[in-house]
């Protein structure tokens, strides 16, 4: 659902008329981002670029069994869109992580938090387990949340057979940790997904870690589809600012 939603979103809100959507499916599975992601990542960004968005999650849909519901309203700009400058976090207002789970024992996610709270060393009231009642089938997601005040990022890992629960929770742990330790305002998830929103609008910059093969794909494809640019500046080992349209 969250990939199709992307795959429409700027579409619709550059048509200059209000769309409303319902997605159903799987809304939380390794392929895609799942729905914390856009809520608290991804389209607040877009908002302050001047995309008019909402989105609300009506239920969880894990992988396989999916059964999930996203429900988005999307608006024209009210104004002129504007550049995205994300070059530092800012100071840190808040963090949370949350370990959910639909039709499996809740102790596999308490499991999870007590690795969490570990590795991440944050306090029990940073920290929350949750069970989806009558979920069409079984999942299980971690949600690691980091907001600093000029961005948030989201970290998650999905539980699946044969892979412990602590695994699944040390793995986020350290993705967040490695994202803190960088330096860099956004992560890698979050630098390929910004290219677009920014092409499409009135461009902008951003400091990010190591570049991903999906982010340089999509800086070669915005360059051969809207004919646009992209400068480097040099920054310190490990962070790259990309890009400058």
Same mark, same amino acid.
């Given at each position: 659902?969250? +990939?199709?939603?992307?795959?429409?979103?700027? #579409?619709? &809100? =550059? *048509?200059?008329?209000?769309?409303?959507?319902?997605? !159903?499916? @799987?809304?939380?599975?390794?392929?895609?981002?799942?729905?914390?992601?856009?809520?608290?990542?991804?389209?607040?960004?877009?908002?302050?670029?001047?995309?008019?968005?909402?989105?609300?999650?009506?239920?969880?849909?894990?992988?396989?069994?999916?059964?999930?519901?996203?429900?988005?309203?999307?608006?024209?700009?009210?104004?002129?869109?504007?550049?995205?400058?994300?070059?530092?976090?800012?100071?840190?207002?808040?963090?949370?992580?949350?370990?959910?789970?639909?039709?499996?024992?809740?102790?596999?996610?308490?499991?999870?938090?007590?690795? +969490?709270?570990?590795?991440?060393?944050?306090? #029990?009231? &940073? =920290? *929350?387990?949750?069970?989806?009642?009558?979920?069409? !089938?079984? @999942?299980?997601?971690?949600?690691?949340?980091?907001?600093?005040?000029?961005?948030?990022?989201?970290?998650?890992?999905?539980?699946?057979?044969?892979?412990?629960?602590?695994?699944?929770?040390?793995?986020?742990?350290?993705?967040?940790?490695?994202?803190?330790?960088?330096?860099?305002?956004?992560?890698?998830?979050?630098?390929?997904?910004?290219?677009?929103?920014?092409?499409?609008?009135?461009?902008?910059?951003?400091?990010?870690?190591?570049?991903?093969?999906?982010?340089?794909?999509?800086?070669?494809?915005?360059?051969?589809?809207?004919?646009?640019?992209?400068?480097?500046?040099?920054?310190?080992?490990?962070?790259?600012?990309?890009?400058?349209?």
């Amino acid at each position: 659902t969250t +990939l199709v939603l992307q795959t429409v979103l700027l #579409p619709l &809100a =550059l *048509a200059g008329t209000v769309s409303r959507l319902v997605l !159903g499916g @799987g809304t939380h599975n390794e392929s895609a981002p799942p729905f914390e992601f856009l809520q608290h990542a991804f389209l607040p960004l877009l908002r302050r670029i001047g995309f008019s968005v909402s989105a609300k999650l009506v239920r969880h849909g894990f992988f396989p069994a999916g059964g999930g519901e996203i429900e988005v309203s999307v608006f024209p700009p009210g104004q002129p869109l504007r550049p995205l400058a994300v070059e530092a976090r800012g100071v840190r207002i808040g963090r949370n992580a949350e370990a959910i789970v639909s039709a499996l024992p809740e102790d596999i996610a308490a499991r999870e938090l007590a690795v +969490l709270g570990r590795r991440l060393d944050w306090p #029990p009231d &940073a =920290l *929350a387990t949750r069970s989806i009642p009558r979920g069409r !089938g079984p @999942g299980n997601v971690v949600v690691v949340t980091v907001a600093p005040a000029n961005v948030t990022e989201v970290f998650t890992g999905f539980g699946r057979i044969g892979l412990p629960a602590e695994q699944v929770a040390g793995d986020v742990a350290a993705e967040a940790l490695a994202y803190l330790a960088s330096g860099a305002a956004v992560g890698p998830h979050l630098a390929d997904q910004l290219l677009l929103p920014m092409a499409l609008g009135a461009g902008g910059s951003f400091v990010t870690t190591a570049l991903t093969a999906h982010t340089t794909t999509n800086i070669d494809t915005l360059r051969r589809v809207l004919d646009v640019a992209t400068a480097g500046t040099p920054l310190p080992a490990g962070l790259r600012r990309n890009p400058v349209w």
